[in-house]
């Protein structure tokens, strides 16, 4: 299946009309988040070099035609218009990594309105899903107060492909490492994992089992020591562990039960054995609100491996997000549906120390010592630069997470941040909503006399 035709029937619908109109002007389209999801006070923006790459790849071929006109019971002829589209345009985006808020343009895409158009479902589908997963993955960094984390996710995420995100959106959020191999060789993510369950219960004893593993895998060893009774297999691998004399490095992993009261027993167990530099491991069902009740209650928890909730951002697995048309032809363009209404023109996002950020028109100069956040990542179908990495989106994260307010990197209630609009917008948006209302009244009152309609003019 080729990514040309993974997207929605609608695009290729209304792609094909504008074709067939001569509609080929440029066409700005912004692509925002509406709303925060309940339970977060920022986002961070993710899965731009994946839409890059989409975008930089276009091309209708004739394979894509056809797949086209079969879905539309269609003859291929009628479909040909769109062979041979590419994307040619321009993209303007927050860099991967950067904490972005309600309002403000994740990306904007500046094309022959065709082609534009045509890009509509697969950059939702990958900014919408990344920046959810890696809102979520910051968090819980944010409520490990410094441990370490580890991506566990790749066995519930849905699909292979959203697992090799999860485990880089991990990274880029400050992830330690991740047990997908596959991540961790193609992304270069450290890899990280134990034993399960299964392979103790293969064993005679829980004894068996540790010597075994440590036989087959010298250095630093990790036990799962919750398979039968925690605290006597906290006991065993203290005594492998000692005969052992591994150093450093090695640990033990709990996965089940209370955490908390585990964790101390587990402590008090290692330390009486003299290994007091084997770490304590702590999975199963975590995610950042279960790491947070744990660091905030004093449990002597080393490292957290997060997995299930993580890889689907289990209590905000969507955003409300668009992609609308806010300029055609030189022209901006809003919407005044009730509860959907967008801001026409072209932005611009300007960050300022200690203030909100300011959602402004693109050719605005700055406000005092602010800077801008959409830069031009692409231009002429592409790309301005070489592909971002994740250790710099990680940089970027870092910077933005220490800036922001402490109410909204709190985990419970947190209080998000609201960007402010500038005059300039504010104006533009006034006129063009009294222009498309006047037009309305207009039209109206020609229904009503039978007067033909007047041509629309599509201008504020």
């Not at 993955?137 to 492909?161: E, I, K, M, N, Q």
Request: proline share 8%; charged share 25%; with cysteine.
């Amino acid at each position: 299946m080729s990514d040309v035709t993974t997207t929605d029937l609608y695009e290729v619908t209304m792609a094909l009309s504008y074709l067939r109109e001569d509609m080929r002007a440029p066409a700005t389209f912004s692509l925002f988040v509406r709303d925060l999801p309940p339970g977060r006070g920022f986002l961070v923006a993710a899965g731009l070099e994946p839409a890059l790459d989409f975008l930089a790849g276009y091309r209708v071929e004739r394979p894509d035609v056809e797949e086209f006109a079969d879905a539309l019971r269609r003859p291929v002829r009628g479909l040909e218009p769109l062979l041979g589209l590419a994307f040619e345009g321009e993209v303007r985006a927050v860099p991967e990594g950067h904490a972005v808020f309600a309002g403000e343009p994740l990306l904007e895409v500046t094309a022959p309105l065709p082609q534009a158009q045509l890009a509509e479902t697969y950059l939702l589908n990958q900014v919408c899903h990344q920046t959810a997963v890696a809102s979520k993955a910051a968090r819980c960094v944010l409520a490990a107060a410094g441990r370490p984390v580890v991506d566990f996710s790749l066995r519930r995420t849905h699909g292979p492909w959203a697992g090799l995100q999860a485990a880089r959106l991990g990274a880029l959020a400050g992830f330690a490492g991740t047990s997908n191999v596959a991540a961790a060789t193609a992304l270069g993510i450290p890899a990280s994992g134990t034993m399960a369950h299964s392979y103790v219960e293969a064993f005679p004893g829980e004894e068996e089992a540790f010597r075994a593993f440590a036989r087959c895998h010298p250095g630093p060893v990790t036990f799962l020591v919750d398979t039968y009774d925690t605290v006597a297999g906290v006991e065993v691998a203290a005594r492998v562990l000692r005969d052992l004399a591994r150093g450093p490095g090695c640990a033990v992993r709990l996965d089940s039960g209370d955490l908390d009261a585990l964790a101390r027993r587990a402590r008090a167990v290692l330390d009486a054995a003299g290994l007091t530099d084997v770490r304590i491991v702590a999975s199963g069902g975590l995610d950042e609100y279960g790491v947070d009740r744990l660091v905030r209650a004093g449990a002597p928890i080393d490292v957290y491996a997060v997995g299930t909730r993580i890889g689907v951002a289990a209590d905000a697995p969507y955003l409300d997000a668009a992609y609308k048309l806010v300029e055609y032809d030189g022209r901006p363009m809003m919407k005044l549906s009730s509860a959907k209404v967008t801001a026409p023109g072209r932005k611009q996002v300007f960050r300022r120390a200690g203030q909100p950020d300011v959602v402004a028109l693109w050719q605005e100069e700055p406000p005092d010592s602010a800077r801008p956040l959409l830069r031009t990542v692409m231009r002429g179908g592409r790309r301005t630069g070489a592909p971002d990495h994740w250790r710099d989106a990680r940089e970027r994260l870092r910077a933005d997470l220490a800036a922001l307010p402490a109410a909204a990197r709190r985990i419970d209630a947190p209080e998000p941040v609201r960007p402010v609009v500038s005059p300039a917008l504010r104006e533009l948006t006034a006129r063009v909503r009294a222009g498309l209302e006047a037009r309305f009244l207009r039209e109206s009152a020609d229904a009503d006399t039978g007067a033909p309609a007047s041509p629309p003019t599509g201008r504020g």
